[in-house]
């Protein structure tokens, strides 16, 4: 009688369980409060304490004390060695957020007294040469995983062409054109070559603060200019002082201001209310991967007004030093060769260049001459998928070469008033 009893409450708990599984989610939450009541209070537990601690968190806990969570022990302490002039490979800027540190040898990475990447002492030549000027981020400087010879500047050097390497980690077009405009305009050269990162070309003149937008650049926590867009014309945000600099750790005035003026601050407002608790930060931060990759080529890109304006000023700012201007879109791996899933998804970068081509200017376009190279991509970049490699680097070169020769004979170089001041 028991066995027979036994068997039968099985019997209707294994239908249950079979009930279960077909029926909505929600009624399996309420069946599962009577088949299993500790894991349905647990789990009913720990939805609750998320959604106190998304709503009530942010109203204890100071921002002070949130941006201190949110960068973590490394990026403080790269704000602090770059506050005190002790960052090891760059220097506080009030114009332009930070530069390259002039003399610096670490492995591979060499900065001349200038603040540039070259192989030699730029200009001392009496040869009459092209010489081209390098400006971009640290697709265009190299990174530190190949030797300065190894870099874009240096394999388009040859017996008629001379180069110079000021681009710098983590620049935008914006701190590229306030570079030029205020220090490196002085440097006569023929050419000048801007590096555009694919996609990537118009986050970074939204964002002021790059924690909230690259949060993984521990070592680089720092802030700079932005442009906005007001009555179809550029309204610049400049970098912060020092002395209000040295404060954002300490007190949410620049906060406040950040909260106005950088376009990625609800990165920060995300983490506020979903980044302490485990499972809500796991669950934000898929959504924001499926988000990133989701986008959809006829979405608005708000950056890329500003872009076009920063392009047409870098191009004023050439014709008045007798400079030629040639863009350079930059792809990474994944757009170069796309996994299958990524095939289905509009090609952005596509879209983006052919935007671009549209506004007249010299724009070269690399992934062509990266897919025909013959290389497997994983060899044309680094291992991050970002930068290129040594081999990756003598491709683009070609390529821009070809593109250098067929400008005209107003980029070369025909007098002694054309060479670079050092």
Request: a neutral charge; charged letters at 25%.
């Amino acid at each position: 009688m028991h066995s027979s009893t036994l068997s039968s409450e099985k019997a209707i708990e294994e239908v249950a369980i079979e009930e279960m599984k077909e029926a909505p989610v929600w009624r399996r939450l309420l069946r599962l409060r009577h088949l299993s009541p500790v894991v349905f209070h647990t789990a009913l537990f720990l939805l609750l304490a998320h959604l106190i601690v998304a709503a009530v968190m942010p109203l204890l806990v100071s921002d002070e004390i949130y941006l201190s969570l949110y960068l973590g022990k490394d990026a403080r302490e790269s704000t602090k060695r770059f506050l005190d002039g002790k960052h090891p490979f760059l220097l506080y800027d009030p114009i332009l957020g930070w530069r390259n540190r002039p003399d610096v040898k670490h492995d591979k990475w060499i900065i001349d007294e200038q603040g540039a990447r070259t192989t030699h002492r730029v200009g001392t030549s009496s040869s009459r040469k092209r010489y081209v000027l390098f400006l971009g981020d640290s697709l265009i400087n190299g990174s530190m995983n190949v030797s300065n010879a190894e870099t874009l500047s240096a394999y388009i050097e040859d017996a008629s062409t001379e180069s110079i390497n000021f681009a710098t980690m983590l620049y935008t077009l914006d701190q590229i054109y306030l570079d030029y405009k205020e220090r490196l305009g002085r440097y006569k050269v023929d050419v000048v070559v801007v590096g555009l990162p694919g996609e990537e070309s118009t986050p970074g003149l939204l964002n002021q603060y790059i924690p909230f937008r690259v949060r993984a650049e521990n070592k680089m926590p720092f802030l700079k200019p932005r442009f906005e867009m007001r009555s179809d014309a550029l309204s610049m945000l400049p970098v912060p002082s020092l002395q209000v600099y040295e404060g954002l750790l300490k007190t949410p005035a620049l906060l406040k201001t950040l909260e106005k003026t950088d376009a990625y601050y609800g990165e920060f407002s995300g983490y506020k209310r979903f980044g302490l608790m485990p499972g809500s930060n796991v669950i934000y931060s898929l959504y924001k991967k499926i988000r990133a990759e989701a986008r959809l080529t006829g979405e608005t890109d708000e950056g890329m007004p500003i872009l076009k304006k920063l392009i047409d000023r870098m191009a004023l700012q050439g014709r008045e030093r007798n400079a030629a201007m040639v863009f350079v879109a930059l792809p990474d791996l994944k757009t170069v060769a796309p996994r299958l899933w990524q095939r289905v998804l509009p090609d952005r970068y596509a879209a983006r260049v052919k935007e671009l081509k549209g506004e007249g200017y010299t724009l070269l376009d690399v992934r062509p001459a990266l897919r025909e190279s013959g290389l497997p991509p994983e060899e044309l970049f680094d291992a991050d998928g970002v930068h290129y490699s040594s081999a990756g680097n003598r491709i683009i070169a070609a390529a821009l070469k070809r593109v250098l020769e067929h400008l005209g004979e107003e980029v070369c170089l025909d007098s002694e008033s054309k060479r670079p001041l050092v």
